[in-house]
């Protein structure tokens, strides 16, 4: 069993930044690949940016150039680093984790852009 945490959201104005933090314990986290999804009010839920075990990553068109995600296999943490933040990202951010068939949710974390 794996078990996310997140933590780093928040309240910011538009144009400001946020760095979210996901921490993974149970499995071992340089074989799971780990992704970043969020949902606003309204909404289905979204990807907005992965990264594998090897390092590569994928982000939505909404977000490219203004977050990056990124790991830390050490500190068994994954990253999401948001710049130039608008109201449209206001939503709850979610950590994913997969490894084969399983996949594993964090219990998310809002995050809102106004001003």
């Known amino acids: 069993q794996v078990r996310l945490v997140e933590s780093g959201g928040g309240l910011v104005q538009p144009g400001g930044s946020l760095r979210l933090s996901c921490a993974a314990s149970?499995?071992?986290?340089?074989?799971?690949?780990m992704a970043w999804y969020r949902q606003a009010p309204g909404s289905l839920r979204e990807l907005v940016a992965t990264i594998t075990t090897g390092g590569s990553t994928y982000y939505a068109e909404s977000v490219k150039g203004r977050f990056t995600i990124s790991r830390d296999n050490a500190k068994n943490t994954v990253y999401l680093q948001m710049n130039s933040l608008k109201p449209e990202d206001t939503a709850v951010y979610y950590c994913?984790?997969?490894?084969?068939?399983?996949?594993?949710w964090g219990q998310g974390i809002q995050v809102t852009v106004s001003s």
């Open positions: 149970g499995l071992l986290f340089n074989i799971l690949d």
């Open positions: 994913h984790a997969t490894f084969r068939r399983a996949e594993y």
